[in-house]
T-cell receptor, first 111, second 115 residues
Framework: RKEVEQDPGPFNVPEGATVAFNCTYSNSASQSFFWYRQDCRKEPKLLMSVYSSGNEDGRFTAQLNRASQYISLLIRDSKLSDSATYLCAVILGYNFNKFYFGSGTKLNVKP | DGGITQSPKYLFRKEGQNVTLSCEQNLNHDAMYWYRQDPGQGLRLIYYSQIVNDFQKGDIAEGYSVSREKKESFPLTVTSAQKNPTAFYLC??????????????FGSGTQLSVL
């Protein structure tokens, strides 16, 4: 079983739509959680860290559900520029140097 | 500007050849990492190093080797034993030795292809 799993998509949404992605993790000892954005053939860029209480940054909201072992990313008022692949990453509690990444969810925002 | 520099951007390998990917950082970060990404896949950890002269295997280390002789440099050699080396390779770093709640800083990547 993979440490981190994501729906690969693609999610095709119109501009202005609200879209949500989930990411499940298998190890309950996971300590830290992140969402990264990756454009085609570019390096991932940190979008948000995910905190237990949930956090918001503009149009982006991240949530953590420890009981069900998943994190989520909500994007409101989607822009064309939001089109990218969104990777979730998890640091496992017993090895602080290993980030485990999901395979990414592709988002296409259309005019 | 501080950052991570990977070179070359594109690299081609012939059958039976070893090739080395360069990764240099001027962020004064302790830990450095190498990841491999295949199309439609997430990042998989090849090797990582917490301090100079020490490194650990990641999940897919077979066919790869690394060195960490200087804090700022972490080159990756793709050996001829790696039978399927075509992928996008990403170097990354974190400020401390233990990446607790720290974000990864990435280089811009090297695309390796087999001729």
């Amino acid at each position: 079983r993979k440490e981190v799993e994501q729906d690969p998509g693609p999610f095709n949404v119109p501009e202005g739509a609200t879209v949500a992605f989930n990411c499940t993790y298998s190890n309950s000892a996971s300590q830290s959680f992140f969402w990264y954005r990756q454009d085609c053939r570019k390096e991932p860029k940190l979008l948000m860290s995910v905190y237990s209480s949930g956090n918001e940054d503009g149009r982006f909201t991240a949530q953590l559900n420890r009981a069900s072992q998943y994190i989520s990313l909500l994007i409101r008022d989607s822009k064309l520029s939001d089109s990218a692949t969104y990777l979730c990453a998890v640091i496992l509690g017993y090895n602080f140097n290993k980030f485990y990444f999901g395979s990414g969810t592709k988002l296409n925002v259309k005019p | 500007d501080g950052g991570i520099t990977q070179s070359p951007k594109y690299l081609f390998r012939k059958e039976g050849q070893n090739v080395t990917l360069s990764c240099e950082q001027n962020l004064n970060h302790d830990a450095m990492y190498w990841y491999r990404q295949d199309p439609g896949q997430g990042l998989r950890l090849i090797y990582y190093s917490q301090i100079v002269n020490d490194f650990q295997k990641g999940d897919i280390a077979e066919g790869y080797s690394v060195s960490r002789e200087k804090k700022e440099s972490f080159p990756l050699t793709v050996t001829s034993a790696q039978k399927n080396p075509t992928a996008f390779y990403l170097c990354a770093s974190t400020p401390g030795q233990y990446a607790t709640n720290e974000k990864l800083f990435f280089g811009s990547g090297t695309q390796l292809s087999v001729l």
